[in-house]
C-alpha cells in the first residue's frame, strides 16, 4: 500500500468513527455495552451500547462501534443484557414535602382503620419525645363513612397532638389535642375554600378537616430548623436517584415555603449535592396573582441553569373527588353537591393569560370533569388573547373529564400531566373513589389511553408524598391497572392502561418536553446530557408483573454516578 492509500484510508476510518459517536482522538469516560439500549428516539429506539464524556452522550449504537471510544482511562460496564433508559423525570413532584415526610408516619399501605391506629401507636411509641406525632398517607377507604374522626385518633395517640395529612394533600386528621392547640371548637368559622367537618348533631369538629382549613392545624406545627431540612433535602435526592429519578418537576411552592425552602435548594446547588434536576413552580391562588407572577419571573431570570430553574405558576382549580371537594360537571352521585371551584372562570381565565403574557408556563390543578374543562377554557383564553402558541400550558391530575374535551388537549396544545398511581384499583378507588361519582363517570377515570388516541401529549408523575415515587410502582400501573398484589384479575379498565413503550416515554422524553427541555435531556442520542439509568432486567418481554420486580442499579446525572446498587459490577 502507498503512503497515499494509507492516508486516504485512515481519513476513511476517521469519518467512520465520527460519523457513529465522536472524535476517535478523545476517549469516553463511560462505555456500557453488551445490553439493551432503549433510547427513546423515535427513529432509533433500540441500540445496544451507549458512551459518555464530560457529562454528555456522546455515542448511542452497537457494541463494535461503541468499542472505537474506548481508551485506557475509559470506565466500562458490561451490561449483561441488562435494560438501559433515559434518566425518569417525575414531572409532578412535591420534593421538600416529600423529605419532610421521611420523618413521619407513612400509612399509605394500610387499609383498615386498625392497621392505621397501629401504625401510629408504633410510631408514637417509638418517638416518645416529639411534641407532635405527625404523618401522612391515610386513605378514606380505610374509614367508615369516609372520614377519620378525632376519637380514633385519640385512641392512638392521647398524650400529645396527632396529626396526619391524607394521602392527596387536600385533607386533613387531627386528634383533640392538636384541635385544641388550633383553638378548633364547635363555634369555629369554615375559613375561605376550606371546611371544618362537624358532627351533624352536636356541631362539634369531628377531627377532618378539608381544603384551606388543613392550615389551622399545618400553622402551628413546628417546622424542624434549617440544617435538619437540608439533611432530609438530600436524603430524598438520594431516595430520588435510586429510583433512577434524574429530573423532578416540582408542583407548587407558596411564597412563604420558597423563602423557607429555596435557600436549601440553593445550598445543595452550591456544594455539588443536587443530584436531580429541578424546575420549580410558584403557586398563584384567586387574590394573590400578580406577586407569584412576579417572584416566578424575578426567579427564572436568575435560576435557569441545568439543575434549578424557574418559570412556571401553579393554580388549584379545585379539590379532590373522595372530599366532593373536586368541581363536577354534574352533582356527585351520593347527593352531596357537585363541588365548588376555587377560582371564578373569568377570574381564572385573565390570571393565565397574566402569566402566559409574562412568559411563564402554567400548571393547572383539575381532578372533576368541570374543573378540567375550566382549565382547558382559561389555557384557551390565554392562547386567543396572546397568540403564543409554544407555551406548553399544562393541567394536572386530570382525574375526571367528558369525552368532548378529549382533543382539546392536541387542538391547544395543553399537556396532561397525570400520576398513574393515582389510579391504583384499591378499596379506596372502589368504596370512595368510584362511588362518589358513580359507574358512568368512573367508567372514564384516569384516560390515559383515550387522551393519547385523541392526539394529546401525555407525562407522568408521581405526586410524591402523595403516593410513592418509585417508578416501577407508577409503570406497572400505567400498563396493567392492577394495585401491586395483582388486583384486579385482568386490570381495572384495561381498556384506558397504555403500553409499556408510551409509558416509558411519559417518564422520559414527554416529561423533558413538559420543561422546554427536550433538546438536552429525556432521550439518549449523541449530544445530549448523559442521564441514564441502568435497570436489573429488561421490562419489555411479559408478563408486566417483572416490572415490579425489577430493581435500579445505576443512575447518572450528567455522566455522573449518583446512584450504584453493589449488584451490579464496578468498572
Known sequence: MTNKQR??????????????????????????????????????????????????????????????????????????????????????????????????????????????????????????????????????????GGLPTKAQLDAAVGDRPAYMECYDGHSGWANSNALALAGITKDSKDPAGGAIVRDPASGEPTGALKEAATALVESKIPLPGAEERYQLLLRALRLLNSQGITSVQDAGYTPARLDADLPLMERALREGRLTVRLT???????????????????????????????????????GVIEAHTAAMLEPYSDGQGAGKPNWEPAVLDAAVTTADRAGLQVYLHAIGDRGVRMALDAHEAALRANGRTDRRGRIEHIETISPADYTRFQALGVIASMQPLHANPDQ???????????????????????????????????DWPVVTSDVMRGLYCAVARKTKDGTPPGGWLPELAVSLDSALRHYTIDGAYASFEEAEKGSLAAGKRADLVVLSQDLFPPPPEAILKTRVLLTMVDGRVVHHDPAFPAP
Not at 358513580?438 to 408521581?462: D, M, Q, T
Open 7 to 144: 492516508l486516504v484510508s485512515a481519513a476513511v476510518l476517521v469519518l467512520g468513527v465520527a460519523a457513529v459517536g465522536g472524535p476517535a482522538e478523545a476517549p469516553a469516560d463511560f462505555v456500557l455495552t453488551g445490553g439493551r439500549i432503549w433510547t427513546a428516539e423515535a427513529a432509533r429506539p433500540w441500540a445496544e451500547a451507549v458512551a459518555t464524556r464530560d457529562g454528555r452522550i456522546i455515542y448511542v449504537g452497537d457494541a463494535a462501534g461503541a468499542s472505537r471510544h474506548r481508551g485506557p482511562k475509559t470506565k466500562l460496564f458490561p451490561l449483561g443484557g441488562r435494560l438501559v433508559v433515559p434518566g425518569f423525570d417525575d414531572a409532578h413532584i412535591h420534593l421538600m414535602s416529600g423529605a419532610l415526610s421521611l420523618e413521619r408516619v407513612d400509612l399509605i399501605e394500610d387499609q383498615t382503620l386498625a392497621a392505621v391506629q397501629a401504625r401510629v401507636r408504633a410510631f408514637a411509641a417509638a418517638h416518645p419525645g416529639s411534641p407532635w406525632v405527625l404523618g401522612r398517607g391515610w386513605l378514606y377507604g380505610s374509614f367508615p
Open 280 to 318: 420549580v413552580s410558584v403557586q398563584m391562588s384567586q387574590g394573590d396573582v400578580d406577586a407569584p407572577i412576579a417572584r416566578a419571573v424575578a426567579l427564572a431570570k436568575v435560576h435557569r441553569g441545568p439543575l434549578l430553574r424557574f418559570g412556571a405558576v401553579k393554580g388549584y382549580v379545585d
Open 428 to 462: 379506596n378507588n372502589a368504596e370512595v373513589w368510584s362511588r362518589n361519582i358513580g359507574p358512568e363517570r368512573a367508567a372514564r377515570g384516569f384516560s390515559w389511553r383515550n387522551i393519547e388516541k385523541a392526539g394529546g401529549r401525555l407525562v407522568f408523575g408521581s
